[in-house]
Protein backbone atom coordinates (compact mmCIF):
# COMPACT_ATOMS: atom_id res chain seq x y z
CA UNK A 1 0.00 0.00 0.00
CA UNK A 2 0.79 3.95 -0.52
CA UNK A 3 2.69 5.35 2.23
CA UNK A 4 0.24 7.23 4.53
CA UNK A 5 0.06 10.72 5.40
CA UNK A 6 -2.32 11.99 8.08
CA UNK A 7 -4.17 9.79 10.14
CA UNK A 8 -7.30 7.50 9.80
CA UNK A 9 -10.23 10.11 10.92
CA UNK A 10 -14.01 9.77 11.66
CA UNK A 11 -16.01 11.57 9.02
CA UNK A 12 -17.44 14.05 11.65
CA UNK A 13 -14.12 15.17 12.33
CA UNK A 14 -12.88 16.35 8.82
CA UNK A 15 -13.71 19.98 9.54
CA UNK A 16 -11.24 20.17 12.08
CA UNK A 17 -8.43 18.64 8.90
CA UNK A 18 -8.90 21.53 6.57
CA UNK A 19 -5.73 21.54 4.48
CA UNK A 20 -4.00 18.35 5.72
CA UNK A 21 -4.09 14.91 4.10
CA UNK A 22 -5.93 11.86 5.71
CA UNK A 23 -7.17 8.97 5.32
CA UNK A 24 -10.94 7.84 5.16
CA UNK A 25 -12.69 4.33 5.37
CA UNK A 26 -16.33 4.81 4.19
CA UNK A 27 -18.68 3.06 2.27
CA UNK A 28 -19.68 3.88 -0.67
CA UNK A 29 -23.31 5.10 -1.27
CA UNK A 30 -23.03 6.20 -5.53
CA UNK A 31 -20.36 7.50 -7.78
CA UNK A 32 -20.87 9.65 -10.67
CA UNK A 33 -18.48 10.44 -13.47
CA UNK A 34 -18.68 14.22 -14.89
CA UNK A 35 -17.97 14.63 -18.16
CA UNK A 36 -18.33 16.88 -21.14
CA UNK A 37 -18.41 16.34 -24.67
CA UNK A 38 -17.84 17.80 -27.71
CA UNK A 39 -18.90 17.31 -31.50
CA UNK A 40 -15.41 14.85 -31.96
CA UNK A 41 -15.98 13.07 -28.74
CA UNK A 42 -15.24 13.49 -24.67
CA UNK A 43 -13.82 12.54 -22.11
CA UNK A 44 -14.61 12.22 -18.38
CA UNK A 45 -12.67 15.06 -16.00
CA UNK A 46 -13.62 13.70 -12.50
CA UNK A 47 -15.58 11.47 -10.68
CA UNK A 48 -17.46 12.65 -7.55
CA UNK A 49 -18.38 9.67 -5.03
CA UNK A 50 -20.78 10.41 -2.58
CA UNK A 51 -19.72 8.24 0.84
CA UNK A 52 -20.87 7.85 4.69
CA UNK A 53 -19.53 6.25 8.17
CA UNK A 54 -21.07 5.22 11.63
CA UNK A 55 -20.19 9.11 12.45
CA UNK A 56 -21.78 10.89 9.23
CA UNK A 57 -23.77 9.36 6.99
CA UNK A 58 -22.95 11.18 3.43
CA UNK A 59 -19.93 13.24 2.85
CA UNK A 60 -18.48 13.67 -0.78
CA UNK A 61 -15.30 12.78 -1.97
CA UNK A 62 -13.74 14.05 -5.81
CA UNK A 63 -11.49 11.58 -7.23
CA UNK A 64 -9.10 13.20 -10.15
CA UNK A 65 -7.36 9.94 -10.83
CA UNK A 66 -8.35 7.96 -13.97
CA UNK A 67 -7.24 4.51 -12.43
CA UNK A 68 -9.74 5.42 -9.33
CA UNK A 69 -12.99 5.42 -11.62
CA UNK A 70 -13.28 1.89 -12.49
CA UNK A 71 -12.46 0.72 -8.66
CA UNK A 72 -15.12 2.54 -7.00
CA UNK A 73 -18.56 0.64 -7.10
CA UNK A 74 -21.43 1.46 -4.98
CA UNK A 75 -22.04 -0.41 -1.81
CA UNK A 76 -18.75 -1.09 -1.38
CA UNK A 77 -16.48 -0.26 1.91
CA UNK A 78 -12.92 1.54 0.64
CA UNK A 79 -10.06 2.97 2.57
CA UNK A 80 -8.90 6.19 0.67
CA UNK A 81 -5.14 7.21 1.78
CA UNK A 82 -3.68 10.75 1.11
CA UNK A 83 -6.80 12.56 0.33
CA UNK A 84 -6.79 15.89 1.21
CA UNK A 85 -9.95 17.60 3.25
CA UNK A 86 -10.84 20.64 1.51
CA UNK A 87 -14.03 23.82 2.48
CA UNK A 88 -15.70 25.73 -0.15
CA UNK A 89 -18.24 28.16 1.66
CA UNK A 90 -19.83 26.06 4.85
CA UNK A 91 -19.44 22.52 2.83
CA UNK A 92 -16.16 20.27 3.80
CA UNK A 93 -15.19 17.38 1.03
CA UNK A 94 -12.49 15.78 0.23
CA UNK A 95 -10.15 15.68 -2.97
CA UNK A 96 -7.61 13.11 -4.22
CA UNK A 97 -3.80 14.11 -5.16
CA UNK A 98 -1.15 12.49 -7.57
CA UNK A 99 -0.10 10.15 -4.51
CA UNK A 100 -3.92 9.16 -3.26
CA UNK A 101 -4.85 5.79 -3.26
CA UNK A 102 -8.05 3.59 -2.76
CA UNK A 103 -8.35 0.19 -1.73
CA UNK A 104 -11.71 -1.89 -1.69
CA UNK A 105 -11.84 -3.59 1.92
CA UNK A 106 -15.95 -5.09 1.09
CA UNK A 107 -16.65 -6.33 -2.65
CA UNK A 108 -19.14 -6.88 -4.06
CA UNK A 109 -21.94 -4.89 -1.35
CA UNK A 110 -23.83 -8.31 -1.24
CA UNK A 111 -21.10 -9.41 1.10
CA UNK A 112 -22.29 -7.05 3.75
CA UNK A 113 -25.68 -8.85 3.94
CA UNK A 114 -24.51 -12.64 3.36
CA UNK A 115 -21.31 -12.10 5.91
CA UNK A 116 -20.87 -10.83 9.87
CA UNK A 117 -18.59 -8.17 10.45
CA UNK A 118 -16.40 -10.61 12.47
CA UNK A 119 -16.07 -12.57 8.92
CA UNK A 120 -15.42 -9.28 6.98
CA UNK A 121 -12.95 -7.89 9.23
CA UNK A 122 -10.95 -11.22 9.37
CA UNK A 123 -10.70 -11.15 5.29
CA UNK A 124 -8.77 -7.57 5.42
CA UNK A 125 -5.07 -6.88 5.84
CA UNK A 126 -5.00 -3.82 7.38
CA UNK A 127 -3.56 -2.51 10.28
CA UNK A 128 -5.56 -2.64 14.08
CA UNK A 129 -7.02 1.00 13.53
CA UNK A 130 -8.39 0.34 10.28
CA UNK A 131 -9.98 -2.62 10.97
CA UNK A 132 -11.62 -1.08 13.96
CA UNK A 133 -12.81 1.53 11.72
CA UNK A 134 -14.19 -1.15 9.27
CA UNK A 135 -15.68 -3.11 11.92
CA UNK A 136 -17.49 -0.11 13.19
CA UNK A 137 -18.92 1.09 9.64
CA UNK A 138 -19.65 -2.54 8.56
CA UNK A 139 -22.20 -2.36 11.78
CA UNK A 140 -23.37 0.77 10.80
CA UNK A 141 -24.41 -0.26 7.55
CA UNK A 142 -26.42 -3.43 8.91
CA UNK A 143 -27.84 -1.71 11.66
CA UNK A 144 -29.68 0.51 9.23
CA UNK A 145 -31.86 -1.96 8.23
CA UNK A 146 -30.00 -2.23 4.92
CA UNK A 147 -31.17 0.83 3.59
CA UNK A 148 -27.53 1.94 2.12
CA UNK A 149 -27.53 -1.13 0.32
CA UNK A 150 -30.85 -1.38 -1.11
CA UNK A 151 -30.25 1.92 -2.59
CA UNK A 152 -26.76 0.99 -3.70
CA UNK A 153 -28.13 -2.16 -5.28
CA UNK A 154 -31.24 0.20 -7.01
CA UNK A 155 -27.99 3.10 -7.88
CA UNK A 156 -26.18 0.00 -9.67
CA UNK A 157 -29.04 -1.67 -11.77
CA UNK A 158 -29.89 1.57 -12.59
CA UNK A 159 -26.47 2.00 -14.20
CA UNK A 160 -26.39 -1.41 -15.61
CA UNK A 161 -29.66 -1.20 -17.24
CA UNK A 162 -30.37 1.04 -20.02
CA UNK A 163 -34.17 0.38 -20.69
CA UNK A 164 -35.99 2.98 -22.35
CA UNK A 165 -39.62 4.10 -21.96
CA UNK A 166 -41.52 6.23 -24.83
CA UNK A 167 -44.35 7.08 -23.25
CA UNK A 168 -45.35 10.61 -23.15
CA UNK A 169 -45.51 12.18 -19.57
CA UNK A 170 -48.88 13.09 -18.49
CA UNK A 171 -49.75 16.77 -18.95
CA UNK A 172 -49.92 18.66 -15.84
CA UNK A 173 -48.70 16.03 -13.45
CA UNK A 174 -45.67 17.08 -11.00
CA UNK A 175 -44.30 15.30 -8.44
CA UNK A 176 -43.23 17.62 -5.61
CA UNK A 177 -39.30 16.21 -4.53
CA UNK A 178 -38.18 17.26 -0.92
CA UNK A 179 -34.48 16.50 -1.69
CA UNK A 180 -32.71 15.75 -5.19
CA UNK A 181 -32.35 11.86 -3.84
CA UNK A 182 -35.81 11.41 -4.10
CA UNK A 183 -35.67 13.65 -7.80
CA UNK A 184 -33.35 10.28 -8.53
CA UNK A 185 -34.95 7.56 -7.37
CA UNK A 186 -38.14 8.74 -9.88
CA UNK A 187 -39.30 5.59 -12.05
CA UNK A 188 -41.94 7.37 -14.52
CA UNK A 189 -41.87 10.06 -16.60
CA UNK A 190 -43.27 13.42 -15.19
CA UNK A 191 -42.14 17.10 -14.13
CA UNK A 192 -40.14 17.11 -10.52
CA UNK A 193 -40.36 20.08 -8.44
CA UNK A 194 -37.16 20.70 -6.22
CA UNK A 195 -35.27 23.33 -4.43
CA UNK A 196 -31.53 23.40 -4.87
CA UNK A 197 -28.51 25.51 -5.31
CA UNK A 198 -26.04 25.45 -7.67
CA UNK A 199 -23.37 23.83 -6.40
CA UNK A 200 -20.60 24.20 -9.08
CA UNK A 201 -19.97 25.37 -12.48
CA UNK A 202 -18.40 23.24 -15.28
CA UNK A 203 -16.61 25.38 -18.07
CA UNK A 204 -15.11 22.72 -20.33
CA UNK A 205 -11.91 25.00 -21.43
CA UNK A 206 -11.61 24.41 -25.38
CA UNK A 207 -10.60 27.77 -27.07
CA UNK A 208 -7.10 27.87 -25.41
CA UNK A 209 -4.23 24.53 -25.28
CA UNK A 210 -4.64 23.48 -21.39
CA UNK A 211 -2.40 20.93 -20.01
CA UNK A 212 -4.31 17.88 -17.83
CA UNK A 213 -3.03 19.52 -15.18
CA UNK A 214 -5.42 22.26 -15.42
CA UNK A 215 -8.15 20.30 -15.60
CA UNK A 216 -8.96 21.35 -12.14
CA UNK A 217 -9.51 24.74 -13.68
CA UNK A 218 -12.69 23.87 -15.80
CA UNK A 219 -14.57 24.07 -12.13
CA UNK A 220 -15.29 27.27 -11.53
CA UNK A 221 -15.43 26.70 -7.24
CA UNK A 222 -11.82 25.97 -6.86
CA UNK A 223 -10.94 28.80 -8.95
CA UNK A 224 -13.01 31.83 -6.90
CA UNK A 225 -10.93 30.81 -3.56
CA UNK A 226 -7.06 31.23 -6.04
CA UNK A 227 -6.02 34.88 -5.88
CA UNK A 228 -3.31 34.63 -8.57
CA UNK A 229 -6.02 33.80 -11.13
CA UNK A 230 -5.66 36.14 -13.52
CA UNK A 231 -7.86 34.23 -16.35
CA UNK A 232 -11.19 33.76 -14.85
CA UNK A 233 -12.38 36.76 -16.02
CA UNK A 234 -11.55 36.08 -19.77
CA UNK A 235 -12.47 32.05 -19.74
CA UNK A 236 -15.47 33.45 -18.64
CA UNK A 237 -16.47 36.43 -21.08
CA UNK A 238 -15.31 37.21 -24.76
CA UNK A 239 -16.53 39.15 -27.48
CA UNK A 240 -19.76 37.32 -29.74
CA UNK A 241 -23.12 37.75 -30.69
CA UNK A 242 -25.94 37.84 -28.08
CA UNK A 243 -28.60 37.02 -30.45
CA UNK A 244 -26.73 33.55 -31.75
CA UNK A 245 -24.01 32.88 -29.06
CA UNK A 246 -21.10 32.46 -31.57
CA UNK A 247 -17.78 33.98 -30.79
CA UNK A 248 -16.79 36.55 -33.30
CA UNK A 249 -12.87 36.34 -32.62
CA UNK A 250 -11.23 33.40 -34.42
CA UNK A 251 -8.75 33.29 -30.96
CA UNK A 252 -11.91 33.22 -28.73
CA UNK A 253 -13.44 30.37 -30.26
CA UNK A 254 -13.37 26.60 -29.39
CA UNK A 255 -10.33 24.61 -30.92
CA UNK A 256 -12.64 22.37 -32.36
CA UNK A 257 -14.04 25.41 -34.66
CA UNK A 258 -11.25 27.45 -34.82
CA UNK A 259 -11.57 30.06 -37.91
CA UNK A 260 -14.77 29.09 -38.42
CA UNK A 261 -16.79 32.09 -37.57
CA UNK A 262 -19.94 32.20 -38.98
CA UNK A 263 -20.63 35.49 -41.20
CA UNK A 264 -24.82 35.54 -41.04
CA UNK A 265 -26.38 34.98 -37.58
CA UNK A 266 -29.27 32.48 -37.85
CA UNK A 267 -31.44 34.37 -35.09
CA UNK A 268 -31.38 37.98 -36.55
CA UNK A 269 -33.93 38.93 -38.77
CA UNK A 270 -31.16 41.07 -41.12
CA UNK A 271 -28.63 38.49 -40.73
CA UNK A 272 -26.31 40.77 -39.10
CA UNK A 273 -24.94 39.90 -35.45
CA UNK A 274 -25.37 42.19 -32.74
CA UNK A 275 -22.05 42.34 -31.34
CA UNK A 276 -21.31 42.15 -26.98
CA UNK A 277 -19.96 40.46 -24.38
CA UNK A 278 -21.46 36.87 -24.05
CA UNK A 279 -21.01 34.64 -21.12
CA UNK A 280 -18.75 31.99 -22.50
CA UNK A 281 -20.22 29.22 -21.00
CA UNK A 282 -23.73 29.66 -23.55
CA UNK A 283 -21.42 29.40 -26.92
CA UNK A 284 -22.36 26.09 -28.86
CA UNK A 285 -19.38 23.95 -28.50
CA UNK A 286 -20.46 21.50 -31.27
Same mark, same amino acid.
Given at each position: ?????????????????? #?????? =??????????????????????????? #?????????????????????? @? #??????????????????? @?????????????????????????????????????????????????????? @???? @?????????? =?????????? !??????????????????????????? #???????????????? !??????????????? !?????????????????????????????????????????????????????????
Amino acid at each position: MTSWYGPLIDLSKASHHV #GHFVQL =LVFVHRSTPLQYKLSKGGEIIRTDIQV #GDDTRPFFSVTLWKKEMRSMVV @A #GDVVLLQNVKITKFRDIFQ @ARTVDWSSLHRLVHPYNSLVSKGSVELVAECRVGIAAKEKLRKVIEWVQRTGYS @ALNN @AEAYNCQSRQ =LSRNWKLPEP !NKFRDCPSLSEVLRLTSHCKAIFSASV #GEIFLPITWRPIAESE !NENMFISGRLNTSRD !NNLAEDLICTGCRLCGSPLDPEQGSTVGKNSVPLYCEKSSDRLHAVSLIYRPFICMG
